[in-house]
C-alpha cells in the first residue's frame, strides 16, 4: 500500500495547458468514483483548482498505481499520456504526504499562506468521502492536513494581511494607476473570487463597481454588500463603454470575450486604456485581445510577479510551518505503520476471548449449582488470567509497528497463535466494508460509468 500524488500546478504547467485539465464541480462524484473503480486504486480524492490538480491515491503497487493515474487524465480529458507527462510531477510516501500538508497550509500556492486552499482541500475530500472513495488512510490524512492547517495559520502569523490571486490582482491595478480613486470597475461572475476582489477593491478606496453576471440574482446580491450596480449578462459587452478596469472570474467553460467583441468597443471609447485581468481557469478572455490598441489585458500567470514580492515577509514563518509538517508527517507514518499490527491484535483478542467464552460455558455446565456470585467471580478471575498472558505478546505486537520487518514478524506472531485466518479475515472484512459503503453511495448518486467509457474532453 502506497500514498501517491499525480499532478500539475502553475509551476509545472502554463495557464494554457492547466485550463486543458480542470474537473468541473459537478464531475467530481462520477470522476471519484471511476477513479476508485480503477486497477491498483484503492482511495482517491481529486482536488481541481485555478492552480492546480491533483489526484491523491492510496493505491497496491507504485508503479502501476502511477500509470493507471496517467491513463485515467488521459481518458477523462481526451488527451495523450505524452503530451502532458511532463507537465507532471508524482510524489510517493513521505513526499507525497509532505505536498499534501504543503499544500493545505498554503506553503505551495502561488501567494505563500494564503487560505483559500484550505477550503478548497476540505471540500474535495468531503466530495470523495461521501462519494466512498476515501477509507481509512485518507479519512485519517486529509483530516490530520486540515487540522495542521488550522493550526499554521493560528500559531504563526503566515496569514497576517492575507493575500490570494485576487489580491495580487488588486496590486497590479495599483501599480499602474497609482490610486483607485475615480475609477469604475466591472467584475465579471459573482462566485468566490469575484467576492474576494470586491472586497478588496472596497479597501482599496474604490466606491463604482459593476458586477454583471449570467444569473442577475447573484449579481445583485454582490453588488448589494459592495454599493454597487448589478447588470444582466446580455449587457456585457455595453458595460466595457464604462469600464476603467475588467476582472473576470467566471466559472465559464470557455472565453466569454472575444477579440471581435471588445475591438468595436475600444473605437466608440476612442481607446481609452482599458486594464483587463483574467483570473479565472479556463480563461474567460480572449488572449488576443491584448493586440487591440489601448487594452492592457494580464492572466493569471502575470500575477506571479506580484505574488512574489510577498515571499520574504512570509518565508520565516513559513520555515516554522515546515517543521510543524515533518512532526506530522512523523505521527502519520506511526499510526500507519499500526494500522499493519490492528488485524493481528483483534485476531489475537478475538481468539482469547472464544477461549474464555467455551471454557466458561463449559465449566457451567458441569458445575449447574454455582451461585451467581460464584459464577461472577470464576469469570473475574478467568479473564484476568487472560488478560495477564495477553499483556506482553500485546506490548510487544505493538512495537512491531515501527520495526523493518513488520510484515514477517506480524506472520510469525500469527504463526506461534494459530490466528492466520483469522488475522485475513480481519483484512478482508475491512475491504469489505469499504466496497460496501463506496457502492451505497453509487446506488444514491446513480454513478454507473466504467472506466473503459470516460468521455472525451
Not at 471540500?123 to 486529509?142: K, R
Not at 461572475?189 to 454583471?212: P, W
Not at 467566471?250 to 470575450?257: G, W
Amino acid at each position: 500500500m502506497h500514498v501517491m500524488v499525480v499532478g500539475l500546478n502553475y509551476r509545472t504547467a502554463p495557464v494554457e495547458v492547466r485550463e486543458k485539465f480542470v474537473f468541473q464541480a459537478d464531475e467530481l462524484p462520477r470522476a471519484n468514483y471511476i477513479l476508485r473503480n480503477t486497477k491498483s486504486i484503492l482511495e482517491c480524492i481529486i482536488v481541481s483548482t485555478c492552480n492546480r490538480m491533483e489526484l491523491y491515491a492510496v493505491v497496491d503497487q507504485e508503479h502501476p498505481g502511477s500509470h493507471m493515474l496517467k491513463a485515467f487524465l488521459s481518458s477523462w480529458f481526451g488527451i495523450p499520456v505524452e503530451q502532458f507527462s511532463r507537465h507532471l510531477y508524482i510524489h510517493v510516501e513521505d513526499d507525497a504526504i509532505r505536498h499534501l500538508f504543503r499544500v493545505t497550509t498554503g506553503l505551495d500556492s502561488m501567494v505563500l499562506g494564503e487560505t483559500q486552499i484550505l477550503g478548497q482541500i476540505r471540500d474535495a475530500f468531503q466530495v470523495a468521502q461521501q462519494n466512498g472513495s476515501t477509507g481509512s488512510v485518507f479519512n485519517t490524512l486529509f483530516k490530520q492536513a486540515i487540522t495542521l492547517a488550522k493550526r499554521a495559520h493560528s500559531e504563526t502569523e503566515i496569514s497576517q494581511n492575507a493575500v490570494s490571486v485576487s489580491y495580487a490582482a488588486i496590486e497590479l491595478g495599483k501599480k499602474i494607476f497609482g490610486t483607485f480613486a475615480k475609477k469604475r470597475v466591472l467584475l465579471i461572475g459573482a462566485g468566490k473570487m469575484s467576492e474576494l476582489t470586491a472586497t478588496h477593491l472596497n479597501a482599496n478606496g474604490v466606491a463604482d463597481v459593476m458586477v454583471i453576471n449570467r444569473t442577475l440574482e447573484k449579481a445583485q446580491e454582490m453588488a448589494q454588500r459592495f454599493n454597487g450596480t448589478a447588470l444582466p449578462w446580455d449587457q456585457l459587452v455595453d458595460a466595457l463603454l464604462e469600464a476603467d478596469i475588467v476582472i473576470s472570474s467566471t466559472s465559464a467553460t470557455k472565453v466569454i470575450l472575444k477579440a471581435e467583441d471588445v475591438r468595436p468597443v475600444m473605437k466608440r471609447r476612442q481607446y481609452r486604456p482599458l486594464f483587463m485581468i483574467d483570473i479565472a481557469v479556463p480563461r474567460d478572455l480572449d488572449p488576443v485581445l491584448q493586440e487591440i490598441e489601448g487594452v492592457f489585458l494580464y492572466d493569471i500567470d502575470d500575477l506571479e510577479g506580484i505574488v512574489e514580492a510577498n515571499l520574504k515577509e512570509r518565508e520565516h514563518e513559513a520555515a516554522k510551518i515546515e517543521v510543524m509538517i515533518e512532526k506530522e508527517i512523523e505521527e502519520f507514518q506511526q499510526w500507519l505503520e499500526m494500522m499493519g499490527v490492528v488485524p493481528v491484535l483483534a485476531a489475537l483478542r478475538e481468539k482469547a476471548n472464544s477461549i474464555y467464552e467455551e471454557t466458561m460455558r463449559s465449566l457451567e455446565n458441569k458445575l449447574p449449582d454455582l451461585s451467581e456470585r460464584e459464577r461472577k467471580q470464576i469469570r473475574k478471575h478467568s479473564m484476568s488470567i487472560i488478560n495477564q498472558l495477553l499483556k506482553d505478546p500485546i506490548i510487544q505486537t505493538k512495537e512491531l509497528a515501527g520495526n523493518a520487518q513488520r510484515e514477517e514478524r506480524l506472520q510469525i506472531v500469527s504463526q506461534m497463535f494459530g490466528i492466520e485466518e483469522q488475522v485475513v479475515q480481519k483484512q478482508r472484512m475491512d475491504a469489505e466494508r469499504r466496497r460496501l459503503a463506496a457502492e451505497q453511495t453509487i446506488e444514491m448518486v446513480g454513478l454507473t460509468v466504467p472506466f473503459e467509457k470516460a468521455p472525451a474532453r
